[in-house]
């Protein structure tokens, strides 16, 4: 989103210069003697309302038509909102298998083989799957071609062959993954981080090599059917169709959905919650430390989450405006990238927090300059001018979520599933043109406490562990507590 912000500024600017060089050749005045005098238009954009779109189908179904007249396709996302999450942690490895062999394991009609080769002819593709909170279909194809596939779509979900052969190398892939899990910082902060600020629950459990190594097909059979149901559908169609004939397709494909859910239930289980704040370290021979601080933050809606990104953008998620990537980076040259983030989630509460590489001799000391930082920000507060910009690139960078019809039905489907008001972005532009100074300051003095951060370090232990140059060691910011890959992965 930033880089397409950025680049609906450059655009901006180039259109600026060119007005300006048009005038000037008629008027025989000169350009401005510096860039920051060119005078820019007004930015005014009106997102597009999903009320334009939407449609209410046979059983209750609703979905967003997006017109496209450029070419001749159509693309289609179906999202179906109910939850996927194992029932116990022995079911892990068969349900991602099971997700993972819903399109390429064929179906009852065609062999892996035909299916792809059909596809190929086509030039389409058909994609399908399971996740912990909702579980999806889709299809983009030429128009001439998308009937037959829209029939063959339910097939996907509800008659999968799980092709024996096909099995076997997802199964064999997927036992490799495991076993490489945590050869990447990337890979053991992720799973780290779950666990210290969420626990085990069935959204992060990792299956183990060895239930995996014992799956065969038949393994599978008991989640045949499920995710896929007409209650709780979502779709978002967006291409060159014809609008009476669209809703028949699509009344004809729900009705060959079951109307209910098999399998798992509505509810899904309490997170524990997070570690009690301090170090938690893993000890791992990389040539750089991976650190991750955070805390819980606000579930979706939330009145904080605005004023909190807006925070966030100012502390740290601004690129080279923001707080920290001027004093990590650019004054103290201790990391090529660091970045604040707050968490959008509809499922659980998220976090908020900042990332960081660097080197290992100085990863004590980058925390403790990210912590003052922090609580500098929190005593003095932000100013007018960081709240412009921050209300600026965040508002501004808007056009570019509709970048395409394809985006625009895809993000007002997902909106459908998570419950978001009908004026979402029109809303989400006035609050923050109305936010003020106060509410920002208030917000990230709540939930970016630096006593109350959960710090998470992947790194060598003895290096990490001992005080460097200038004194400061991790031990300075809590209790260091070493985990383990077993206990990381511990699941109840």
């Known amino acids: ?147 037959a596939l829209f029939d063959l779509l339910p097939e996907i979900g509800l008659k999968p062959r799980l092709e024996a052969e096909v099995f076997k190398v997802q199964k064999k892939s997927y036992l490799e993954n495991l076993k490489h899990r945590f050869d990447t910082p990337h890979g053991v902060m992720n799973a780290t981080y779950e666990h210290v600020l969420y626990g085990s ?5 990792t299956a183990t090599e060895k239930e995996v190594a014992a799956l065969t097909p038949a393994s599978l059979k008991p989640f045949v059917g499920a995710g896929f149901a007409s209650k709780g559908l979502v779709l978002g169609v967006a291409g060159q169709f014809d609008r009476t004939k669209m809703i028949a397709q699509l009344n004809k494909l729900i009705a060959q959905l079951p109307e209910k859910y098999l399998g798992s239930a509505d509810s899904t289980p309490p997170f524990p919650g997070p570690q009690k704040p301090g170090v938690y370290l893993v000890d791992k021979k990389f040539t750089q430390a991976t650190i991750k601080m955070g805390a819980p933050g606000v579930k979706r809606p939330d009145p904080n989450y605005y004023p909190l990104i807006v925070a966030s953008y100012i502390f740290g998620d601004g690129g080279f405006t923001s707080r920290l990537m001027e004093r990590v980076r650019s004054n103290e040259g201790l990391a090529y990238g660091i970045d604040s983030d707050v968490g959008s989630d509809y499922n659980r509460r998220a976090t908020v927090g900042v990332s960081l590489q660097t080197k290992v001799e100085t ?3 980058a925390i403790r300059l990210v912590l003052e930082e922090m609580r500098r920000m929190a005593k003095d507060g932000i100013t007018d001018e960081e709240l412009q910009r921050a209300k600026d690139g965040l508002i501004k960078s808007m056009p570019s979520l509709f970048d395409t019809p394809a985006a625009t039905a895809r993000i007002f489907a997902q909106g459908e599933i998570w419950k978001r008001s009908p004026n979402h972005y029109k809303e989400y532009v006035e609050t923050l043109t109305k936010m003020t100074k106060a509410e920002v300051d208030n917000a990230f003095r709540k939930y970016f406490v630096a006593d109350s951060m959960r710090i998470v370090v992947v790194g060598p232990k003895d290096a990490l562990t001992k005080k460097d140059e200038r004194g400061n060691a991790l031990s300075d910011f809590g209790t260091v507590t070493v985990l383990t890959q077993d206990e990381i992965e511990k699941r109840k």
């Open 1 to 147: 989103m930033k880089i397409l912000g950025n680049l609906h500024v450059t655009v901006a600017v180039f259109a600026a210069v060119c007005s300006l060089s048009l005038a000037d050749s008629k008027s025989g005045s000169t350009l401005p003697d510096h860039y920051s005098k060119i005078a820019f238009p007004e930015f005014t954009y009106q997102p597009p309302l999903p009320a334009d779109y939407r449609v209410t189908l046979d059983r209750g179904v609703v979905a967003y038509l997006i017109p496209d007249t450029t070419l001749p396709l159509i693309n289609m996302v179906g999202y179906f909102g109910h939850p996927n999450l194992p029932k116990q942690p022995s079911q892990v490895g068969a349900l991602n298998l099971y997700s993972y062999l819903l399109k390429s394991g064929g179906t009852k009609r065609f062999t892996p083989e035909q299916l792809e080769d059909s596809l190929e002819f086509v030039a389409a593709s058909i994609t399908g799957g399971l996740s912990d909170y909702q579980s999806s279909f889709g299809l983009d194809a030429l128009r001439k071609d998308a009937d």
């Open 201 to 205: 629950h069935p959204s992060n459990w």
């Open 363 to 365: 990863g004590a000391y």
